[in-house]
């Protein structure tokens, strides 16, 4: 057993005074505050400590990263992610949700790239840390939360197309209002039917940059259509849906069935994992299937289909009310949140939030907040 990990603490010789931190997190939006510490800890391959190769774990002011302009990642796109939400419960505890699957997809994301596993403990003790030393960023704002990115990626200098032998992993947090201010309006969207997001043997199950970066030219391509997000078709036959460019998605029969489409391409998601659960806890009869386009548009409009969602960490349960595509056209149910999606969406987000009880054991309080 190697003891836990103890962090190098740098603390911000300037941190943001409160006066000014509390008009920024007043109404924070998503993704554009960020709060005054970052952790990072390094990778060298050779190093020989207790956590193999990684070494330096430090918790210090966020700040700009150097970096030679030969830099790995900058070439050959050597990087993943995780995305999760810290929230104070009503007991002044702050609580992560199933934080230790994210570590575990964050070396399953690791693997696919040929970088190196973070050790678990080192995963959960980095983000442990980070929330602890910002947690008087947390936004006071129902349903806001301190939003969490752990990334890493290939920080060595050098040209050559093999795996780099240096990393560097960060934690950066960003306070978040509440996505949507009242329940979750549905949104439109495009059936992208010249791009794809991921094909068989490739990286669409893995967290990485490179995947979103593909995906955001069919994503414009939604918005010029008046659309609010892209849905993805299989990359071979164009013709199952996959999801869309950062959310899964769920199917809701009117005989009480419920069917979302089967990992390989997609990313696994935590949100897509709970809500399964849940909705079997409703009755709901959940299945792993795949499903075809013109089956969705025939269903939605012989009133087959219910109603349809889509799910992910940033935007809990987001209800899909429209599908428009070169080739499609319909609505989903009166083209407005389904009940059973807000209610699915109410179960999570209450365990998340600590207002309803927690049968699964999903919430991790934060120690010594
Ligand atoms: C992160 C992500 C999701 C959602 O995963 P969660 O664990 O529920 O946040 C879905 N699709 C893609 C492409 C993603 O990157």
């Given at each position: 057993m190697t003891s836990a990990p103890e962090f190098i603490v740098e603390p911000h010789p300037h941190p943001v005074d409160a006066v000014t931190r509390a008009?920024?997190?007043?109404?924070?939006?998503?993704?554009?505050?960020?709060?005054?510490?970052?952790?990072?800890?390094?990778?060298?391959?050779?190093?020989?400590?207790?956590?193999?190769?990684?070494?330096?774990?430090?918790?210090?002011?966020?700040k700009a990263i150097p970096l030679d302009p030969a830099t790995a990642v900058l070439h050959y796109a050597q990087e993943i992610f995780e995305g999760m939400k810290a929230y104070r419960h009503a007991d002044g505890q702050i609580a992560l949700f199933r934080p230790e699957q994210n570590a575990l997809r964050f070396n399953r994301s690791a693997a696919?790239?040929?970088?190196?596993?973070?050790?678990?403990?080192?995963?959960?003790?980095?983000?442990?840390?980070?929330?602890?030393?910002?947690?008087?960023?947390?936004p006071s704002v129902e349903g806001g939360s301190l939003y969490l990115r752990p990334f890493m990626f290939a920080s060595e200098a050098f040209l050559g197309v093999r795996p780099a032998k240096e990393y560097l992993y960060i934690v950066i947090v960003s306070p978040a209002g509440a996505y949507f201010k009242s329940g979750a309006p549905a949104v439109k969207i495009w059936v992208s039917e010249d791009y794809s997001r991921a094909?068989?043997?490739?990286?669409?199950?893995a967290k990485c940059g490179g995947?979103?970066?593909?995906?955001?030219?069919?994503?414009?391509?939604?918005i010029a259509q008046g659309c609010d997000q892209v849905v993805f078709l299989d990359a071979k036959e164009h013709r199952w849906i996959d999801e869309l460019g950062g959310m899964n998605l769920f199917f809701l029969f009117d005989d009480g069935r419920m069917i979302t489409p089967p990992l390989g391409t997609i990313?696994?998601?935590?949100?897509?994992?709970?809500?399964?659960?849940?909705?079997?806890?409703?009755g709901i009869s959940v299945s792993e299937e795949a499903y075809a386009i013109d089956q969705w548009e025939a269903d939605a409009k012989s009133g087959k289909l219910v109603e349809a969602f889509a799910c992910g960490t940033a935007a809990v349960v987001t209800p899909v009310g429209e599908v428009r595509g070169k080739h499609h056209n319909f609505t989903i149910g009166a083209g407005g949140p389904g009940q059973l999606t807000v209610k699915l969406r109410e179960k999570l987000t209450g365990i998340q939030r600590g207002t309803l009880p927690d049968p699964y054991g999903w919430v991790r309080t934060v120690a010594g907040v």
């Amino acid at each position: 057993m190697t003891s836990a990990p103890e962090f190098i603490v740098e603390p911000h010789p300037h941190p943001v005074d409160a006066v000014t931190r509390a008009a920024m997190i007043e109404n924070p939006g998503f993704g554009s505050v960020f709060t005054d510490h970052m952790v990072t800890i390094r990778y060298t391959e050779g190093h020989d400590g207790p956590w193999g190769g990684w070494h330096s774990p430090t918790i210090g002011p966020r700040k700009a990263i150097p970096l030679d302009p030969a830099t790995a990642v900058l070439h050959y796109a050597q990087e993943i992610f995780e995305g999760m939400k810290a929230y104070r419960h009503a007991d002044g505890q702050i609580a992560l949700f199933r934080p230790e699957q994210n570590a575990l997809r964050f070396n399953r994301s690791a693997a696919r790239l040929a970088m190196p596993a973070l050790p678990e403990e080192l995963f959960l003790a980095s983000i442990d840390e980070i929330v602890r030393t910002d947690k008087d960023w947390m936004p006071s704002v129902e349903g806001g939360s301190l939003y969490l990115r752990p990334f890493m990626f290939a920080s060595e200098a050098f040209l050559g197309v093999r795996p780099a032998k240096e990393y560097l992993y960060i934690v950066i947090v960003s306070p978040a209002g509440a996505y949507f201010k009242s329940g979750a309006p549905a949104v439109k969207i495009w059936v992208s039917e010249d791009y794809s997001r991921a094909g068989p043997g490739g990286t669409g199950a893995a967290k990485c940059g490179g995947n979103y970066a593909a995906s955001l030219l069919p994503q414009s391509e939604a918005i010029a259509q008046g659309c609010d997000q892209v849905v993805f078709l299989d990359a071979k036959e164009h013709r199952w849906i996959d999801e869309l460019g950062g959310m899964n998605l769920f199917f809701l029969f009117d005989d009480g069935r419920m069917i979302t489409p089967p990992l390989g391409t997609i990313l696994p998601g935590i949100t897509r994992d709970s809500i399964m659960q849940l909705a079997r806890d409703e009755g709901i009869s959940v299945s792993e299937e795949a499903y075809a386009i013109d089956q969705w548009e025939a269903d939605a409009k012989s009133g087959k289909l219910v109603e349809a969602f889509a799910c992910g960490t940033a935007a809990v349960v987001t209800p899909v009310g429209e599908v428009r595509g070169k080739h499609h056209n319909f609505t989903i149910g009166a083209g407005g949140p389904g009940q059973l999606t807000v209610k699915l969406r109410e179960k999570l987000t209450g365990i998340q939030r600590g207002t309803l009880p927690d049968p699964y054991g999903w919430v991790r309080t934060v120690a010594g907040v």
